[in-house]
């Protein structure tokens, strides 16, 4: 996985900003592929084969990648695409992949290790309050900070998820401007 390049970190490599590197793929300049969650991916000797092509320097350190990791779970593919494209636009360039249902976000949870969850807590195969339970109960992933979004529950369902470990609860639609807000102040970005 380390020859493979996010956005951010291809832009760090080129020097330029992550919307340059978008318009590049986009472009056909540089090839690039899209993960299952719709998020694009370029192999190094890619990157490094356009950098020489156009003269851009390739550096001989490697970029550590700092970022804040951010799992959004939610079986609404809109929905995930929204969250997932204002987050991975923010000042901030978050990590940020996606789950559409309880199973995978287990997975994502073991193998991305993220610290903030954003989870849909009415899902067909798994309840919230169980994937709550699980990620604070576990010593791995306690500190994974979660943010509860449902259309569908009121103040008492909401308090019921804080006690399982949720750390805030919204009603859907929440704007994307607060969301990213509460975002930021949970990972203590703002």
């Known amino acids: 996985m380390d020859d493979t390049f996010t956005v951010f970190k291809a832009s760090k490599h080129c020097n330029v900003s992550s919307k340059t590197i978008i318009n590049w793929i986009d472009a056909g300049h540089i090839?690039?592929?899209?993960?299952?969650?719709?998020?694009?991916?370029?192999?190094?000797?890619?990157?490094?084969?356009?950098?020489?092509?156009?003269g851009i320097p390739i550096?001989?350190?490697?970029?550590?990648?700092?970022?804040?990791?951010?799992?959004?779970v939610?079986?609404?593919?809109?929905?995930?695409?929204?969250?997932?494209?204002?987050?991975?636009?923010d000042e901030r360039d978050y990590d940020v992949i996606s789950a559409s249902d309880g199973f995978e976000a287990?997975?994502?949870?073991?193998?991305?290790?993220?610290?903030?969850?954003?989870?849909?807590?009415?899902?067909p195969d798994i309840k919230g309050n169980e994937v709550c339970r699980k990620v604070k109960s576990n010593e791995h992933t306690r500190?994974?900070?979660?943010?509860?979004l449902s259309a569908y529950l009121d103040e008492e369902k909401f308090k019921e998820m804080k006690a399982h470990g949720a750390d805030i609860c919204f009603s859907k639609p929440l704007p994307l401007p607060q969301l990213k807000d509460e975002v930021a102040r949970l990972l203590e970005l703002k």
Request: proline fraction near 5%.
């Open 106 to 123: 287990g997975l994502q949870v073991n193998h991305f290790h993220p610290h903030l969850m954003i989870l849909d807590i009415m899902m």
């Open 31 to 54: 090839n690039a592929y899209k993960t299952v969650g719709g998020h694009r991916r370029i192999k190094k000797p890619d990157l490094e084969k356009f950098m020489r092509k156009q």
């Open 74 to 89: 939610d079986d609404d593919p809109i929905i995930v695409e929204t969250i997932v494209q204002a987050l991975e636009e």
């Open 143 to 148: 500190d994974t900070k979660i943010i509860v």
């Open 59 to 72: 550096p001989n350190v490697e970029i550590k990648d700092k970022r804040k990791r951010i799992l959004v």
